[in-house]
Every structure is written in structure tokens, then in C-alpha cells.
């Protein structure tokens, strides 16, 4: 007796059963199949009118971009205005590729970016601000994972399978989208004279980067992991990817400090020496500096447009506590709102913060740590509260006992 593949229903329970090479299937199934493609259907097509292109919008100006950016990020104009001119260029240039170009058209060369900052000073955040911005695919990878193929560790073609889950594995998106490799620093080389041993981590990752930022077709393993002979990949051209790249780059202030004094001798050395700002050197970071830090100058060379990150002072940090859009103390405000609680901060708990924070050089990722710390006690007591709590205060001396009261050495290992 014939029976339906997948349900297993005989042909007299069913209205039809349809015959196939080896297996047959009736009328139910089929409409349960159908309803499942159209199902399918409408979610890829909302993905795609959620992830309309941003080339079919108006692209906002430099200036509207760093507008944009001061929303969400505190000071740095610096760094806004290097990134905002930087990626407003970037997407002409998909623009200009969008149109047909003449033969003696001038073509746009693709321009990555590299950040130096020190550590909390927003370099993640501008990068995530600006795919925000923009409503493209977005992926962190983190440089200290890399290797060179064939070793332990990830490939470096594994940075786009990220962007690719990014895009919900829609390519012709993926390959407009932004990529942030944090902690590029990691993969200097330990020296500046080329090593005759492999530098697995190092050197051989850098050139194994090269070809994805200067823009070439890779083929990507769709589910990451190591690559092996017989594994379907997918092709992504990295043409169009912007590549951000940051990194604290510890000790090269030094560098810029020797590049600077060979430059001060003679009779304008006490001159231009009064001009150095000695407590940020950073400024005057150069592409040379990346060099003798270890970044091979192929590398360098593909991350033309420079910039650098100022150390936070404590009117920036208290800033940053409580101005952007999405500031820490209007997320806990808004955590606590949920409950139906109404929360406030005297102002010199602020102050406090901010002076913990620089205490423990953690920059601004670390006023979250003593934020939580200072309110854990209330986020765990309030909610299961019998009487209900309307409003909560949070004083100065409220803030300094739960400090105290939290581990230390756990705050400074953040």
C-alpha cells in the first residue's frame, strides 16, 4: 500500500498522493510545504527592506556625520572629523562605482583607517557608532586570535565570515560593510628587522591581511573554522569593505618622543620645544611611528588615513557618565524605570566615579565597573521589595560603602 514519505498516511486517508522517483507525497503535505517556503520568503524580504541599502538613501555630509557621532561620544573631535571626511569619501566611492564610470573617469581609491588611543578612549565605539549610522553589517574581531594559515588560531579570512553572519549571509550586503580589527598592535613584529623564523602570530598575519584591505576576492568558509580540500566556500570581494582598525599601541609614545628630538636641534630646538605638549604625544603620531612600532609598511601603506584618540580627563569622564544618548546613567535610569522606580544621582557621586575611574586606569569601559559595583545591592534589593520603592537616591556615601565593599583588584583587572 502506498503511504505519504513524510507523514506516513496510506492513500485512502489522504485526498491526493502524489507519486514521486522514490517516495510519494499527499495534498497535506504539500500545503504545509508551502505555507513554509512562503514563511521563508517573507523573512528573507523583510531582512532586505530592514537592510535596504544605504546607497538608495540620502548620505549625510561630514559635518551631519559628526553631529551624528556627538550624540553618542564625548569630545575626540579630532578623531570625528578624521572619520567623518573619511567615510563620507568611502561611500562616494561606492556611489561613483553604483553609476558606470568613463574609461577617463578619475576611480577613488578605497581608504581604511587605523585609530591609536589608549584603552576606553572610544575607539569601538566609534566604529560601532558609524555602522550604526550608516545600517550596514557590522563585526569586531580582535587581532590576538589571528594566525597564519595553517596554524592554531583563526585564519584571517575568518574576520568575514563574521561580517557575513553580520549581513544575515547576504553578500552583495557583506561587501559594503564595515569591519573593526581591534588590538592591531598585537601583531606588530617583534622587531623592525625582518625575522628568518616564522612569526606566527606577527608579521605573517599582517601579510595575510594586506591582500583583504587593499581589496581582492576571498573565498570564505561559510560556518568559519579551518579551511580543509573538500569545504564549499563562499566568494567575497573585499573591495568595498572599510576596514577600521584600532589599537592602544602601548610605548609609542616613545617613538614619537625620539622622532620628535631629532627634529629639535640647533638653534630653533627651544623654540619648537615649547610647542611639544609632552602629556599627549599621541597628536603627533605619524606613519613612520606605526613603523618602528612593528607594522610592516605594506600595512601602513593600506591604512592611509590616521587617527588618534585623546586620553580622557576627568571633565570628559564626567561627561560621558551622564551626555550621550545612551549614556550609563540613563540606562541604569531606564533599567530602573521598568520596575517603576524613579532613579536620581546626587552630583558629587558623579564626581566620585570619575575620580575612581582615573584611580584605577581603566578610562571610560571602566565607570561602568564602579557603576555596577555601587549599584548591584539596589538592582538585586528593590524589585523583590514588599513595600514598593518609588524613588531611590543614590549619595555619596551610598556610593563610597558599596565601593568599599566590592573587591578591588576586581575593579583594576577589568
Same mark, same amino acid.
Given at each position: 500500500?502506498?503511504?505519504?514519505?513524510?507523514?506516513?498516511?496510506?492513500?485512502?486517508?489522504?485526498?491526493?498522493?502524489?507519486?514521486?522517483?522514490?517516495?510519494?507525497?499527499?495534498?497535506?503535505?504539500?500545503?504545509?510545504?508551502?505555507?513554509?517556503?512562503?514563511?521563508?520568503?517573507?523573512?528573507?524580504?523583510?531582512?532586505?527592506?530592514?537592510?535596504?541599502?544605504?546607497?538608495?538613501?540620502?548620505?549625510?555630509?561630514?559635518?551631519?556625520?559628526?553631529?551624528?557621532?556627538?550624540?553618542?561620544?564625548?569630545?575626540?573631535?579630532?578623531?570625528?572629523?578624521?572619520?567623518?571626511?573619511?567615510?563620507?569619501?568611502?561611500?562616494?566611492?561606492?556611489?561613483?562605482?553604483?553609476?558606470?564610470?568613463?574609461?577617463?573617469?578619475?576611480?577613488?581609491?578605497?581608504?581604511?583607517?587605523?585609530?591609536?588611543?589608549?584603552?576606553?578612549?572610544?575607539?569601538?565605539?566609534?566604529?560601532?557608532?558609524?555602522?550604526?549610522?550608516?545600517?550596514?553589517?557590522?563585526?569586531?574581531?580582535?587581532?590576538?586570535?589571528?594566525?597564519?594559515?595553517?596554524?592554531?588560531?583563526?585564519?584571517?579570512?575568518?574576520?568575514?565570515?563574521?561580517?557575513?553572519? !553580520?549581513? #544575515?549571509?547576504?553578500?552583495? %550586503?557583506?561587501?559594503? *560593510?564595515?569591519? =573593526?580589527?581591534?588590538?592591531?598592535? @598585537? +601583531? &606588530?613584529?617583534?622587531?623592525?628587522?625582518?625575522?628568518?623564523?616564522?612569526?606566527?602570530?606577527?608579521?605573517?598575519?599582517?601579510?595575510?591581511?594586506?591582500?583583504?584591505?587593499?581589496?581582492?576576492?576571498?573565498?570564505?568558509?561559510?560556518?568559519?573554522?579551518?579551511?580543509?580540500?573538500?569545504?564549499?566556500?563562499? !566568494?567575497? #570581494?573585499?573591495?568595498?569593505? %572599510?576596514?577600521?582598525? *584600532?589599537?592602544? =599601541?602601548?610605548?609609542?609614545?616613545? @617613538? +614619537? &618622543?625620539?622622532?620628535?628630538?631629532?627634529?629639535?636641534?640647533?638653534?630653533?630646538?627651544?623654540?619648537?620645544?615649547?610647542?611639544?605638549?609632552?602629556?599627549?604625544?599621541?597628536?603627533?603620531?605619524?606613519?613612520?611611528?606605526?613603523?618602528?612600532?612593528?607594522?610592516?609598511?605594506?600595512?601602513?601603506?593600506?591604512?592611509?588615513?590616521?587617527?588618534?584618540?585623546?586620553?580622557?580627563?576627568?571633565?570628559?569622564?564626567?561627561?560621558?557618565?551622564?551626555?550621550?544618548?545612551?549614556?550609563?546613567?540613563?540606562?541604569?535610569?531606564?533599567?530602573?524605570?521598568?520596575?517603576?522606580?524613579?532613579?536620581?544621582?546626587?552630583?558629587?557621586?558623579?564626581?566620585?566615579?570619575?575620580?575612581?575611574?582615573?584611580?584605577?586606569?581603566?578610562?571610560?569601559?571602566?565607570?561602568?565597573?564602579?557603576?555596577?559595583?555601587?549599584?548591584?545591592?539596589?538592582?538585586?534589593?528593590?524589585?523583590?521589595?514588599?513595600?514598593?520603592?518609588?524613588?531611590?537616591?543614590?549619595?555619596?556615601?551610598?556610593?563610597?560603602?558599596?565601593?568599599?565593599?566590592?573587591?578591588?583588584?576586581?575593579?583594576?583587572?577589568?
Amino acid at each position: 500500500m502506498k503511504k505519504c514519505s513524510f507523514c506516513h498516511r496510506s492513500e485512502q486517508d489522504v485526498e491526493i498522493l502524489i507519486d514521486g522517483i522514490d517516495g510519494h507525497i499527499c495534498n497535506n503535505c504539500v500545503e504545509i510545504a508551502y505555507e513554509i517556503i512562503q514563511r521563508e520568503d517573507e523573512v528573507k524580504s523583510k531582512s532586505k527592506t530592514d537592510n535596504k541599502s544605504f546607497l538608495d538613501k540620502k548620505l549625510l555630509k561630514p559635518k551631519e556625520i559628526k553631529v551624528f557621532l556627538d550624540e553618542y561620544l564625548i569630545g575626540q573631535d579630532d578623531a570625528k572629523k578624521i572619520l567623518s571626511v573619511a567615510v563620507y569619501n568611502h561611500y562616494k566611492r561606492l556611489s561613483q562605482d553604483k553609476i558606470k564610470v568613463k574609461k577617463d573617469e578619475v576611480e577613488i581609491e578605497k581608504s581604511n583607517i587605523i585609530l591609536v588611543g589608549e584603552t576606553g578612549t572610544g575607539k569601538t565605539l566609534f566604529a560601532r557608532t558609524i555602522a550604526k549610522m550608516l545600517k550596514v553589517p557590522f563585526a569586531i574581531v580582535d587581532a590576538t586570535v589571528l594566525t597564519e594559515a595553517g596554524y592554531v588560531g583563526e585564519d584571517v579570512e575568518s574576520l568575514l565570515v563574521r561580517l557575513l553572519q !553580520s549581513a #544575515n549571509y547576504d553578500i552583495e %550586503l557583506a561587501e559594503k *560593510g564595515i569591519v =573593526f580589527i581591534d588590538e592591531i598592535d @598585537k +601583531i &606588530a613584529r617583534k622587531s623592525d628587522n625582518p625575522s628568518i623564523t616564522r612569526d606566527v602570530a606577527g608579521e605573517g598575519v599582517q601579510q595575510g591581511l594586506l591582500k583583504l584591505l587593499e581589496g581582492s576576492v576571498v573565498n570564505v568558509p561559510p560556518q568559519g573554522g579551518r579551511k580543509h580540500p573538500d569545504q564549499k566556500y563562499i !566568494s567575497i #570581494n573585499t573591495k568595498h569593505i %572599510l576596514f577600521i582598525c *584600532g589599537g592602544a =599601541f602601548d610605548g609609542i609614545e616613545r @617613538k +614619537i &618622543a625620539n622622532r620628535l628630538n631629532t627634529k629639535l636641534v640647533g638653534y630653533s630646538a627651544v623654540k619648537n620645544s615649547d610647542q611639544i605638549d609632552t602629556k599627549n604625544l599621541l597628536q603627533y603620531i605619524a606613519p613612520q611611528d606605526l613603523k618602528s612600532f612593528g607594522l610592516i609598511p605594506e600595512i601602513v601603506g593600506r591604512l592611509p588615513i590616521l587617527g588618534f584618540l585623546n586620553p580622557l580627563d576627568k571633565e570628559i569622564l564626567k561627561k560621558i557618565l551622564y551626555e550621550p544618548k545612551n549614556s550609563i546613567i540613563k540606562q541604569y535610569e531606564y533599567l530602573f524605570k521598568m520596575d517603576k522606580i524613579n532613579l536620581s544621582f546626587d552630583a558629587n557621586v558623579y564626581d566620585f566615579i570619575v575620580n575612581k575611574a582615573m584611580e584605577f586606569k581603566l578610562g571610560a569601559r571602566g565607570l561602568r565597573s564602579i557603576c555596577e559595583a555601587i549599584m548591584l545591592d539596589a538592582m538585586f534589593e528593590l524589585p523583590s521589595k514588599t513595600k514598593k520603592v518609588t524613588d531611590f537616591t543614590v549619595t555619596l556615601e551610598y556610593a563610597k560603602e558599596k565601593v568599599l565593599k566590592t573587591n578591588k583588584s576586581r575593579l583594576k583587572a577589568v
